[in-house]
């Protein structure tokens, strides 16, 4: 058996010149701890078996882990990814191989949270237009009374989804004293009770929201969940925004309910293309705001996904389960309980 516990992380955390994509990223923990060894592989999409044989765990950033990835040789016992979305890893694939798919939601629940809240504040303070006309001087200026924006207080604040990002907006959101309602037939009840949260149908979300935030995972079911049907049961007034995933929202829908300004605007971290096409509609109007799937790119939020990795694949090491296992079913299978009995001994508790 091998004395090492070897850790590979997927080539897209180093540039094409070899730096780090993330320098916040520390990896002195995992580097210095005792009997580990950490290796970048090769950048390949998706991530090859073979890269992988002769590993315990992987560090994974945004390539995809197929089922072709899984490597043969059934070392391999944990896939980190970095962030909360986890629609680039196959989880079947993972659970069959008794592999532990580990997220990191403690990393990602207050950056994505505080990009929510930025970009509510910004479009209903109609932000990025006023700082148009001022660069246009006087002119520009003077047409200030053109752009009022629009006060918070007592107006409707919904999400669609109130897991950890969700609820984490809610609870930032408290001082603005809007009114505060949810769509998600999962929900923790104890949460929305606590929150002050009305738990609504969704068809209620889409109608009653002024501010409509959309915080779901992409599954079958939530792709394109909104669409042209919802999108048009909301208020003129009202302001979408999707920090979750692009292909969530039908964009073409979208775009043509801004076009013709059915809605007030929409804030968008993500969309369905990534990086969208240099003709996309949606780059020419004005009543979106658009960020490149890094609004919540901070030196806290690498930081803490980093952490939270590094904390997990140690777990590992060590025999323990760790935080943040998406396939949960895996814990209960032999080859995992195996594995971790095995990493116990190796390593000790
Ligand atoms: N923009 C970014 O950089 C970024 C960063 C992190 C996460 N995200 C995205 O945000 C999403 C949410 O993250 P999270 O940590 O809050 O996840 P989470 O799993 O804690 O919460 C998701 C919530 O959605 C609910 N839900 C699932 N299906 C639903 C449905 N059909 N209708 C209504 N609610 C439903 C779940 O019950 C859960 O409460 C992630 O899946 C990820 O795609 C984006």
């Known amino acids: 058996m091998a004395d090492t516990f070897r850790v590979a992380l997927s080539g897209d955390f180093r540039k094409v010149d070899g730096s780090l994509t993330f320098p916040d990223f520390d990896l002195t923990p995992l580097r210095q701890a005792p009997g580990v060894e950490v290796e970048f592989i090769e950048a390949a999409n998706p991530l090859r078996a073979e890269q ?4 315990d765990a992987l560090i994974l950033l ?3 882990f197929a089922p072709e990835s899984v490597p043969k040789s059934g070392r391999l016992g944990v896939v980190a990814r970095f962030g909360v979305g986890y629609d680039t890893v196959d989880v079947d694939a993972c659970t069959k191989a008794g592999i532990a798919l580990v997220i990191t939601p403690d990393g990602v629940r207050r ?3 505080v990009s929510i809240i930025t970009l509510m504040l910004a479009l209903t303070g109609k932000l990025m237009v006023k700082d148009k006309i001022t660069r246009q001087g006087p002119d520009g200026f003077n047409t200030r009374v053109d752009y009022m924006g629009v006060g918070l207080v007592g107006r409707t604040l919904g999400s669609l989804g109130i897991g950890n990002i969700g609820a984490e907006m809610f609870r930032m959101a408290k001082p603005f004293d809007m009114k505060f309602i949810a769509c998600d037939p999962y929900a923790d009840k104890e949460v929305a009770k606590e929150l002050g949260i009305e738990l609504v149908s969704l068809e209620d979300l889409f109608k009653r929201a002024d501010v409509l935030s959309i915080s779901v995972p992409l599954s079958p079911e939530t792709h394109h969940i909104v669409n042209a049907e919802r999108i048009g049961l909301m208020k003129p007034t009202a302001y979408l925004i999707n920090t979750a995933r692009g292909p969530i929202v039908d964009q073409k829908a979208l775009t043509k309910a801004l076009q013709e300004k059915r809605i007030a605007g929409a804030g968008l971290d993500v969309l369905e293309k990534e ?3 240099a003709d996309d509609s949606i780059l020419k109007l004005d009543n979106v705001i658009l960020a490149p799937h890094a609004l919540c790119w901070t030196d806290q939020c690498f930081a803490g996904n980093g952490a939270a990795d590094v904390k997990a694949v140690l777990e ?12 949960r079913p895996v814990l209960d299978s032999e080859i995992w309980k195996k594995r971790l009995e095995e990493n116990r001994k190796r390593f000790g508790d």
Do not use: C, K, M, S
């Open 52 to 55: 992988l044989e002769d590993f």
């Open 62 to 64: 945004i390539h995809r």
């Open 111 to 113: 950056p994505v949270a």
């Open 275 to 277: 990086p969208p096409d």
């Open 316 to 327: 590992v090491q060590h025999g323990r389960v760790p935080r943040g296992v998406v396939n």
